[in-house]
T-cell receptor
Framework: SQQGEEDPQALSIQEGENATMNCSYK?????LQWYRQNSGRGLVHLIL?????REKHSGRLRVTLDTSKKSSSLLITASRAADTASYFC?????????????FGSGTRLQVQP | DTAVSQTPKYLVTQMGNDKSIKCEQN?????MYWYKQDSKKFLKIMFS???????INETVPNRFSPKSPDKAHLNLHINSLELGDSAVYFC???????????FGPGTRLTVL
């Protein structure tokens, strides 16, 4: 399976609710990034968390990282219809020496107004 | 100002044709990429250039040839297009290879 897999694949919630997406990866990393992709658009960087960090906040976004479990979560609080998008995690697999980020398959979030 | 731009946005063509997609970034970044996103939204890197030098070529058929005339431009030329090439192609840039990446709006290629 892929380095960086999001769970769930799809999520539908009501406006105002919180949305949680998870990402699992396989190799050691220096950092993990989360991106958002609106329909028909390119990916937009949301937040980067380093391997020595456990939690990071940016506005309504909260990202956690558990390197022992090789997993990260993205929490969007008080969701809005405008948060409807696909969310991707991306990792740098330092064990492989590969000089590229690996993106997961994404979580499609639908926020119902 | 658009940070990463690519043209065209849509490309519809017949099998066997040759086509090019252009990408430009005005962020002053050293690294540029081409990604392919399939119908299931899976994003896969194709090529990466750092200071005009090819550093990643991910088992892409040699029908695909990237060209970087300068640090700000990375074009993608595709020969003998096949049905399976239909996808959305994204250009991106970053300062270093593992830094935050900035994506273009994508080019939706449809091969008939």
């Amino acid at each position: 399976s892929q380095q960086g897999e999001e769970d769930p694949q799809a999520l539908s919630i009501q406006e105002g609710e919180n949305a949680t997406m998870n990402c699992s990866y396989k190799t050691s990393i220096n950092n993990l990034q989360w991106y958002r992709q609106n329909s028909g658009r390119g990916l937009v960087h949301l937040i980067l968390i380093r391997s020595n960090e456990r939690e990071k906040h940016s506005g309504r976004l909260r990202v956690t990282l558990d390197t022992s479990k090789k997993s990260s979560s993205l929490l969007i609080t008080a969701s809005r219809a405008a948060d409807t998008a696909s969310y991707f995690c991306a990792t740098d697999a330092i064990d492989t020496g590969r000089r590229a980020l690996t993106f997961g398959s994404g979580t499609r979030l639908q926020v119902q107004p | 100002d658009t940070a990463v731009s690519q043209t065209p946005k849509y490309l519809v063509t017949q099998m066997g044709n040759d086509k090019s997609i252009k990408c430009e970034q005005n962020l002053g970044h050293d690294t540029m990429y081409w990604y392919k996103q399939d119908s299931k939204k899976f994003l896969k890197i194709m090529f990466s250039y750092n200071n005009k030098e090819l550093i990643i070529n991910e088992t892409v058929p040699n029908r695909f040839s990237p060209k970087s005339p300068d640090k700000a431009h990375l074009n993608l030329h595709i020969n003998s297009l096949e049905l399976g090439d239909s996808a959305v192609y994204f250009c991106a840039s970053s300062q270093e290879t593992l830094d935050t990446q900035y994506f273009g709006p994508g080019t939706r290629l449809t091969v008939l």
